[in-house]
């Protein structure tokens, strides 16, 4: 059932529209979350920087997610707005190591 007002409308449910509904909805915002239907089938997954890691700890969501059966992702290499891939090293990162994220599975907790 829809509310019957919004505050924010928050559209997709990966890791940045998650983290900001849950933080939407802690600050006591009414907060309408909308994601495409699951079209079945295999998803493509994603990685999670380093960065991620304070950001789960302050949601209380880490524990969940550390032990959720994602892999860790020691680097990555990428190609945005240009041919060039440039690769990113997380070895020497102060968060430690960035995460292969199982969508599906993180869609589920």
């Not at 990966?14 to 495409?36: D, E, K, M, W």
């Not at 990555?76 to 190591?97: M, R, T, V």
């Amino acid at each position: 059932m829809l509310p019957s007002t919004v505050d924010v409308l928050v559209l997709g449910g990966g890791p940045a529209g998650l983290a900001t509904a849950i933080t939407l909805a802690r600050l006591g915002h009414q907060v309408l979350l909308l994601t495409r239907p699951d079209q079945g089938g295999d998803k493509i997954g994603e990685s999670l920087a380093p960065a991620a890691t304070p950001i789960l700890r302050q949601l209380g969501m880490w524990e969940r997610f550390v032990t959720g059966g994602h892999l860790p992702c020691y680097g990555n290499q990428s190609c945005w707005g240009s041919a060039d891939l440039h690769y990113y090293d997380f070895i020497n990162d102060p968060n430690g190591h960035g995460w292969h994220l199982d969508r599906p599975l993180f869609e589920c907790q």
